[in-house]
């Protein structure tokens, strides 16, 4: 199994990035996905995660701001993050729900 996040980087409070999670090495379609967050000092966290049939569930902080999605035909899942905080600042991490298989994380920093 692997999971391959890219798509971090540095940019301003209000901007936009989009993570993207590369999955191979199981079926993708039949599997429910996470993405994660750890900031630094802070425990890694739950930012949110999407169903096999592509319905998505969010933390209260980022509700109204992140869109979880999925591509089967790329066996990709997506992060799009907008207005972004500097309190999004963290390392992005996605998982595949119930399983110990993690992406190797993409950094967010966001300035302010």
């Known amino acids: 199994v692997q999971l391959q996040a890219s798509g971090g980087g540095l940019v301003q409070a209000g901007g936009s990035l989009r993570l993207s999670c590369k999955a191979s090495?199981?079926?993708?379609?039949?599997?429910?996905m996470a993405w994660y967050r750890q900031a630094p000092g802070k425990q890694r966290e739950l930012v949110g995660t999407?169903?096999?049939?592509?319905?998505?569930n969010y933390t209260d902080s980022v509700k109204g701001r992140f869109t979880i999605s999925r591509d089967y035909a790329r066996n990709t899942m997506y992060l799009q993050v907008n207005s972004l905080k500097p309190e999004d600042t963290a390392v992005y991490y996605c998982?595949?729900?119930?399983?110990?298989?993690w992406g190797q994380g993409t950094q967010v920093t966001v300035s302010s």
């Open positions: 998982q595949r729900v119930s399983s110990s298989d």
């Open positions: 090495g199981f079926i993708f379609r039949f599997n429910a």
């Open positions: 999407i169903t096999s049939g592509g319905s998505a």
